[in-house]
């Protein structure tokens, strides 16, 4: 199985900042990651797929990156609905594997 | 609208069973592979399985905890996606979701659509 790292665990940070998260695999995955967002008590949410592609309706401020085994997920001036739990997640073989989550709370 | 509704959760003792049920509408079901993830009380997500469409053989995938205790089926009559779970176990406990797998950019799959969840408890 691949396993999936993400870094950090978890950062705290204020409507209107940019944060970056990074999710490593643990072989070359190419650019089969995606990245999902998880609500407080909903259902995760497709973001990015194919490591850059955003999903549709998904805020630009959204933008993902990388490829091999390396990958960011990058929000810009986050916003309160941005407060969340991150995964990423490959889907290069199978088993698809997440990351243990990158949860983003308030400053 | 695309909707995933679980249905069937609730507390089982230790090696009992419990089925799951996924009620799909707003797509064809028939085409769409589907998964099942859980995700244990404050902890993150996990693959449990995946069912193909009939037309590629209908085949399952199953993660290593769970497999030859799970079972995935289909029933495209009537858009329903099931999970047989037996000989539970504490671990087992979890939120778990049924989602669509799809084809979102050539030769890249993505779980694009997830139901709301539904909470198995495994406990004496």
């Known amino acids: 199985d691949i396993q999936m790292t993400q870094s950090p665990s978890s950062l705290s940070a204020s409507v209107g900042d940019s944060v970056t998260i990074t999710c490593r695999a643990g072989?070359?995955?190419?650019?089969?990651l995606n990245w999902y967002q998880q609500e407080p008590g909903k259902a995760p949410k497709l973001l990015i797929y194919?490591?850059?592609s955003l999903q549709i309706g998904v805020p630009s401020r959204f933008t993902g990156s990388g490829s091999g085994t390396d990958f960011t997920l990058h929000i810009s001036s986050l916003q309160p609905e941005d407060f969340a739990t991150y995964y990423c997640?490959?889907?290069?073989?199978?088993?698809?594997?997440f990351g243990q989550g990158t949860k983003v709370d308030i400053k | 609208e695309v909707l995933l509704v679980e249905s069937g959760g609730g507390l089982v003792k230790p090696g009992g069973s419990l089925r799951l049920s996924c009620a799909a509408s707003?797509?064809?079901?028939?085409?769409?592979?589907m998964n099942w993830v859980r995700q244990a009380p404050g902890k993150g997500l996990e693959w449990i399985g995946r069912?193909?469409?009939?037309?590629?053989?209908?085949?399952?995938d199953y993660a290593a905890p769970v497999k030859g205790r799970f079972t995935i089926s289909r029933d495209d009559s009537k858009n329903t996606l099931s999970l047989q779970m037996n000989s539970l176990k504490s671990e087992d406990t979890a939120v778990y979701y049924c989602?669509?797998?799809?084809?979102?950019?050539?030769?890249?799959?993505?779980?694009?659509?997830w139901g709301q969840g539904t909470t198995v408890t495994v406990s004496s």
């Open positions: 069912i193909k469409s009939k037309s590629e053989g209908g085949p399952t």
């Open positions: 997640q490959q889907s290069y073989s199978s088993p698809p594997t």
């Open positions: 707003g797509f064809t079901f028939s085409n769409a592979w």
């Open positions: 194919a490591a850059s």
């Open positions: 989602t669509t797998e799809t084809e979102v950019a050539l030769g890249h799959n993505a779980m694009d659509v």
């Open positions: 072989q070359s995955i190419s650019s089969y």
